[in-house]
């Protein structure tokens, strides 16, 4: 062989060598999903020195994505896209990427009605990664495989609602007195075991952000361990069969402090567990080495549920014309940006024994309120999604002991802040 032909040759091999070493790799590359409803799956994609993640679909049929690397999306059977409010997705590992893949309802629909229309029986989820220096796109696909939603499906929660098991959502209890049980009520895929703890947040803790509030499978594993901790109530340790639903008894009611008045969040923390369906490994990724517990992945915070200890005080006749006045906001100023871990706060009224914090869209009726403490209030991480709009408009209402109302601040607007959406990349 000539020389230069030799050498053009030895040029094109350590080309397309160095094109396979640079391709992003996913794990696990095909998971068994809930044909009749949500499924969530930890995801973990390596090698992406020099890539940024970008959108994601999922679809029925794949087709080249040249000039970009790897198999895209027929645009002709795509079922949706990724929501942002779902797209959980986070440096991890060595240059790897957790993704925390939220199939929600209406694309195992839109893929159940094409099986049935004689398709098959899998869809994928595509992810597409940008260059960060003007090469070629790549996109990397996951085969989802219809199923009943039972065993071999990924141990997932689609739905987690706390609640007292007698008496209103949010409880209001006199000092000193018990609080009722409550309990929790999950909806999941798959089968595994249930392992966590009961935490209790007294008056004065500083608040849990969205992130404490995740299931610890959800979390890259250099994240875990690292959230905020807070006195345990109970542990649990219960082994789910593939049933679709359980209710969880919460801790013994007589370790619910009441003695203190202020407001009380107890929490539901899950732990990662084993889970072959849906563990992630990192050295078939090219993310490092091992395997990630991925066991009671979700793609939400964990709800959070409130009582109230208010024995409140009489209003005080000394307080003249205190009464008539309107309560003064503090924070957030009028027609600030807040984001999903924002604090809400007022003076104290010396008329006021309790205080009830009001929320509505900016042109609409209330659409969420809350007792709250003489200190300001945290709301819940899903409260945007209440409200329905950016634009909001926030208030707080003063009240005796008895609940009846005694004074009220002006109503102030604000809005919800999202992170900006970074610029697209070409498209293959």
């Given at each position: 062989m000539p020389l230069s032909r030799l050498s053009a040759f030895v040029a094109v091999g350590l080309a397309a060598a160095g094109s396979l070493a640079?391709?992003?790799?996913?794990?696990?590359?095909?998971?068994n999903v809930n044909a009749q409803g949500a499924t969530t799956v930890f995801l973990t994609f390596g090698g992406l020195a020099g890539y940024r993640p970008a959108e994601a679909f999922w679809c029925g049929e794949l087709m080249p994505a040249s000039p970009s690397?790897?198999?895209?999306?027929?645009?002709?059977?795509?079922?949706?896209?990724l929501p942002i409010r779902y797209d959980r997705a986070g440096a991890s590992g060595v240059g790897g990427l957790t993704d925390i893949m939220t199939i929600p309802p209406s694309v195992a629909r839109r893929a159940y009605q094409a099986a049935e229309s004689g398709a098959?029986?899998?869809?994928?989820?595509v992810r597409r990664f940008v260059a960060l220096e003007g090469g070629p796109d790549q996109y990397v696909a996951v085969t989802c495989r219809l199923t009943g939603g039972g065993a071999r499906t990924p141990l997932s929660f689609t739905d987690v609602r706390l609640a007292f098991a007698s008496g209103p959502p949010l409880l209001q209890v006199a000092q000193g007195e018990p609080v009722p049980a409550l309990e929790a009520r999950i909806t999941y895929t798959g089968t595994g075991r249930l392992v966590g703890r009961w935490e209790l947040v007294q008056p004065g803790d500083d608040l849990p952000?969205?992130?404490?509030?995740?299931?610890e499978a959800t979390l890259p594993l250099?994240?875990?361990?690292?959230?905020?901790?807070?006195?345990?109530?109970?542990?649990f340790n219960l082994f789910l069969p593939p049933e679709g639903s359980v209710t969880l008894p919460g801790p013994d009611p007589s370790r619910l402090p009441t003695l203190v008045d202020g407001v009380y969040y107890v929490l539901l923390r899950i732990e990662a567990s084993p889970?072959?369906?849906?563990?992630?490994?990192?050295?078939?990724?090219?993310?490092?080495?091992?395997?990630?517990?991925?066991?009671?992945v979700a793609g939400f915070p964990m709800p959070v549920l409130r009582y109230l200890v208010g024995s409140g005080s009489e209003v005080d006749p000394g307080a003249g014309n205190a009464a008539g006045s309107a309560?003064?906001?503090?924070?957030?100023?009028?027609?600030?940006?807040?984001?999903?871990?924002?604090?809400?706060?007022?003076d104290p009224h010396p008329a006021?024994?309790?205080?009830?914090?009001?929320?509505?869209?900016?042109?609409?009726?209330?659409?969420?309120a809350a007792l709250a403490s003489a200190s300001g209030y945290q709301p819940p991480p899903w409260l945007a999604e209440r409200i329905g709009e950016t634009d909001f408009r926030w208030r707080v209402v003063g009240t005796d002991r008895a609940g009846r109302e005694v004074t009220r601040s002006e109503w102030r607007t604000a809005r919800f802040g999202t992170s900006p959406v970074p610029p697209q990349g070409p498209r293959g």
């Open positions: 640079a391709q992003i790799r996913v794990n696990p590359t095909g998971v690397v790897g198999r895209r999306c027929d645009p002709a059977t795509i079922f949706g896209s098959g029986s899998a869809f994928f989820y952000t969205e992130e404490d509030l995740l299931t250099e994240r875990r361990g690292t959230q905020r901790r807070y006195p345990q109530l109970a542990r889970d072959k369906e849906g563990d992630s490994d990192l050295g078939a990724a090219g993310a490092g080495a091992g395997v990630v517990r991925s066991g009671g309560i003064s906001l503090v924070a957030p100023a009028s027609d600030a940006m807040v984001g999903g871990t924002v604090a809400f706060s007022w006021a024994a309790l205080y009830r914090i009001e929320f509505a869209a900016r042109r609409g009726p209330r659409v969420f």
